[in-house]
C-alpha cells in the first residue's frame, strides 16, 4: 500500500481511479521538470553574473570603465 499525501489528507494510490493515478503521475512528473528548469536557471543566472564580472575585467583592462562609456 502506498500513500500519498495530499492538502494534509492521506490517500491510498492503489485505491485511486486510473485516471486519479494518472493525474497524480503527471503532477509528479511537473514537479520534478520544474525542479529541473529551476536548477538550469539558477546555473545560468550564476554563469551570467561570471560572464558580467570576466566583461567588466577586460572592459577594465583596456581603460574602459562605467563613467567613460558613455
Do not use: H, P, W
Request: hydrophobic share 45%; proline share 0%.
Amino acid at each position: 500500500m502506498a500513500t500519498i499525501k495530499i492538502d494534509n489528507k492521506d490517500y491510498d494510490t492503489e485505491k485511486m481511479s486510473v485516471d486519479a493515478r494518472n493525474q497524480l503521475l503527471s503532477l509528479q512528473f511537473t514537479d520534478q521538470e520544474i525542479a529541473r528548469l529551476q536548477a538550469m536557471l539558477a546555473m545560468a543566472q550564476t554563469a551570467r553574473i561570471a560572464y558580467a564580472k570576466a566583461l567588466d575585467g577586460a572592459l577594465s583592462s583596456y581603460g574602459f570603465s562605467a563613467e567613460t562609456a558613455n
